[in-house]
């Protein structure tokens, strides 16, 4: 299960909660974070999305071809294609957690199985 962001979690916790370890992840996240004004909020999003960890890197890398500007529009909008993308590598067994448009953040976290 994964762990859950506390509102008393600094910008650090909440990047290495988020970013489950991946270094691209990490990566991609502080890139978020150099927007003052958004960052933290499309952080807050992708959590909602159920999309952390190496699910980040995909979304950035694969479906993104590593634009910072498209995730973010991605993020956004949640666009189901990347949802679809992210999960797709997950069904390979890349990660076991599904990607999910919204709600995830309320305890509705779901797995690929």
């Avoid at 890139?31 to 980040?56: A, C, H, P, S, V």
């Avoid at 666009?79 to 448009?101: T, Y």
Wanted: net charge negative.
């Amino acid at each position: 299960m994964r762990k859950e962001i506390g509102l008393n979690d600094s910008v650090m916790e909440t990047i290495i909660i988020m970013s489950e370890g991946n270094p691209g992840a990490i990566t991609v996240l502080v890139q978020l974070l150099e927007d003052k004004e958004k960052g933290l909020f499309y952080i807050l999003r992708l959590d909602d999305m159920n999309i952390r960890g190496t699910q980040i890197w995909i979304g950035y890398k694969d479906y993104c071809k590593q634009d910072i500007e498209n995730f973010k529009t991605a993020i956004l909008k949640r666009d189901p294609l990347m949802i679809e993308a992210i999960n797709k590598e997950g069904g390979r067994g890349n990660h076991p957690d599904k990607a999910v448009s919204n709600g995830a953040s309320y305890g509705r976290r779901e797995t690929l199985e």
